[in-house]
Structures are given as C-alpha cells and as structure tokens.
C-alpha cells in the first residue's frame, strides 16, 4: 500500500547538535511533499513544502529538506537545533492525485537535552 | 477568517453523550479535513469535504461519527453516544484547491481536546 514511513519514532539530540529527521514515501511519481511540526498542546504548523524544481528547500526556522527521487526520501535537517526545537514532526504527502488525501507519516517526537 | 477556528477548545463530556465539535476554515478555502490524534499517536483521518463534491468519508470509525459542511464553509463534526476511545484531539485542517490542482497546502486549527468520562 502506499504510505509514508518516519522509521524514527523518537530521537534525542543535545542543543547546539544537528539534526536529521528521515521520511520516506512509496508512491511512484513524485508527489508533492510536507514537513509539519507539532508542539505540545498546538495544531500542526508548516515547516516546509516541496512541489518541483530545487530539490533542497528552506523552511522556517531554520529547516531544511531535501528530496530525493532515487531513495524516495525527503529527510529534514536542522545545523543546530534549539531547545525550542522540541515536539513532534510529521512528514506528509498530498496524494489526491492518486484517489487518495494529505497522507501523514506516524511522526517523529524530538527531544532535546541542554 | 486569519486561520482555521476551532470551538470549543476543550470539551469533557459524560459517556454516552453526543458532542458537536466546529470548524471554520480559512476564508475561499474549498477543501476541508478531519483528523483525529489520540494520545501519543499520529493522525487519523476521518473526513474530507471538497467544494459540492460528496464527502470522503473512508476514515469515519464508526457510524456514531457524522460531519457536515453547510455552505461550503464551516463544518460540524458530530459524535454521537460518545465512548472513552472517542476522547482525542481533533483536527480541522483546510486548502485553497482548486481545479483540480493537488499540491497545494493544508493549514490546521488548533484543534478541540475532547474528554470522555
């Protein structure tokens, strides 16, 4: 079945640390692709969208993704992450054109250590 | 409106009870969602309401779960003879598509904190 898999579904990292959030989709043509992120207690609000063109794209605060065809990826990636940075991300997929709706993965819960 | 609404907010309400949750999308939006995310979980969808079209109703759980879209704005999800695996948070999200055009991108409410006692 087609899906949206984030085979992390929790990772720590120190402030001041990188950051790599993977998510991988099994849909055949490439679909238009979503970062969401979800703080404790908040709706989900866009990091990042990716439709065509650039395969890196820049979202707010300071992420990042890239997509790639050839691995069905679209990890999101952060240089330094921010004790702020902490809550629950989730990759998403529009799939509408393939009878199917915004197609979320499980997500990704980040914590972050002083 | 600037956003997608939400009322209530917060609602605990008795087993057994029937619950009218609201949504009122971001003004010329034609799409509309219902997600709903239990505790800890990731997000479960219900419904989704495009324009005149018919409802995708594939997510609802049960026939206690019923949502309309009066107007083609503001949406009312309904849970009738509410039971405690009801109680999630539940998500209202809307898109400006049109056209047939997919890709375009879905803003989320806040969301109403439902509580079956």
Known sequence: ?114 | GAGVSQSPSNKVTEKGKDVELRCDPISGHTALYWYRQSLGQGLEFLIYFQGNSAPDKSGLPSDRFSAERTGGSVSTLTIQRTQQEDSAVYLCASSPLAGGFSGNTIYFGEGSWLTVV
Do not use: M
């Open chain 1, 1 to 114: 079945a087609q899906s949206v898999t984030q085979p992390d579904i929790h990772i720590t990292v120190s402030e001041g640390a990188s950051l790599e959030l993977r998510c991988n989709y099994s849909y055949g043509a490439t679909p238009y692709l979503f970062w969401y992120v979800q703080s404790p207690g908040q709706g989900l609000q866009l990091l990042l969208k990716y439709f065509s063109g650039d395969t890196l794209v820049q979202g707010i605060k300071g992420f990042e993704a890239e997509f790639k065809r050839s691995q069905s990826s679209f990890n999101l990636r952060k240089p330094s992450v921010h004790w702020s940075d902490a809550a629950e991300y989730f990759c998403a997929v529009d799939a509408r054109n393939y009878g199917q709706n915004f197609v979320f993965g499980p997500g990704t819960r980040l914590s972050v250590l002083p």
